[in-house]
C-alpha cells in the first residue's frame, strides 16, 4: 500500500496563476481532507468529503475549490493564486467515522505540498 | 467552537532527559484526542490516541492520558532519544472526526546528544 500521496511535492506559482493539487489514497477510506499548515499556526482545515461526490468547507476554504469525482482521489484547486495561499498542503483520509474500521477517527496524512505563490 | 492550546518550543532537552509537553482543550461533548508527530521534511504520523476519559495512549515509550476533569492531554515520556526530535502537534476530533481534526500550533522538540 502506498497509503496517501500527494502531487506535485513543490511549486512556485505567480501572483493569478492557477493549479490543482492531487490527493490520492488506497485503502478505500470514505473520507478525506486538506488542511495548510503554516509556522505558528498548526494546521486548519480547508476543505473535506465524505464520500464520492460530496465536499464541504472547513475553517478556511476561501480561494480553493475541492473536487471529489472518484473515491480515491481529492483534487484542491487554486482559480487565481495570492502570495497569502503560500503554504504547506496536506491531504489526509480515513474510514468513516464510528464504522470500527482501522480504528475510530484516525487520520492518515500524506507527505504534503510545498506551495509558493510569488 | 473547539480548540486547542499546547506548549510552543522550541523545546530543547539532553538525551535521556524526561519530556512532558502540556496540552489542553476546549470542546463540547466527548472529543477523542491525539498526538501526531511530524519528522523535518515529512507529513504527520499518528502517535498515539485516546477517545474516552482516563484511557492512555501509549506508543514508542510516549505516554498520554486524558483527564476529562482538567481538559488536558500531556504528553510524556521517560527517556527522550536524538531521534525524538521533530513537531509534536496535540489534536482533537469531535462528531466523531466527521469534519475534521483541530490541532494545537505544535510543539518543536530538539533533543541534543
Known amino acids: 500500500n502506498a497509503g496517501v500521496t500527494q502531487t506535485p511535492k513543490f511549486r512556485v506559482l505567480k501572483t493569478g496563476q492557477s493549479m490543482t493539487l492531487l490527493c490520492a489514497q488506497d485503502m478505500n477510506h470514505e473520507y478525506m481532507y486538506w488542511y495548510r499548515q503554516d509556522p505558528g499556526m498548526g494546521l486548519r482545515l480547508i476543505h473535506y468529503s465524505v464520500g464520492e461526490g460530496t465536499t464541504a468547507k472547513g475553517e478556511v476554504p476561501d480561494g480553493y475549490n475541492v473536487s471529489r469525482l472518484k473515491k480515491q482521489n481529492f483534487l484542491l484547486g487554486l482559480e487565481s493564486a495570492a502570495p497569502s495561499q503560500t503554504s504547506v498542503y496536506f491531504c489526509?483520509?480515513?474510514?468513516?467515522?464510528?464504522?470500527?474500521?482501522?480504528?475510530?477517527?484516525?487520520?492518515?496524512f500524506g507527505p504534503g505540498t510545498r506551495l509558493t505563490v510569488l | 467552537g473547539d480548540s486547542v492550546t499546547q506548549m510552543e518550543g522550541p523545546v530543547t532537552l539532553s538525551e535521556e532527559a524526561f519530556l512532558t509537553i502540556n496540552c489542553t482543550y476546549t470542546a463540547t461533548g466527548y472529543p477523542s484526542l491525539f498526538w501526531y508527530v511530524q519528522y523535518p521534511g515529512e507529513g504527520l504520523q499518528l502517535l498515539l490516541k485516546?477517545?474516552?476519559?482516563?484511557d492512555k495512549g501509549s506508543n514508542k515509550g510516549f505516554e498520554a492520558t486524558y483527564r476529562k476533569e482538567t481538559t488536558s492531554f500531556h504528553l510524556e515520556k521517560g527517556s527522550v532519544q536524538v531521534s525524538d526530535s521533530a513537531v509534536y502537534f496535540c489534536a482533537l476530533s469531535n462528531q466523531g472526526g466527521a469534519d475534521g481534526l483541530t490541532f494545537g500550533k505544535g510543539t518543536h522538540l530538539i533533543i541534543q546528544p
Open positions: 489526509a483520509s480515513s474510514y468513516t467515522p464510528g464504522s470500527g474500521l482501522g480504528g475510530t477517527d484516525t487520520q492518515y
Open positions: 485516546a477517545t474516552k476519559a482516563d
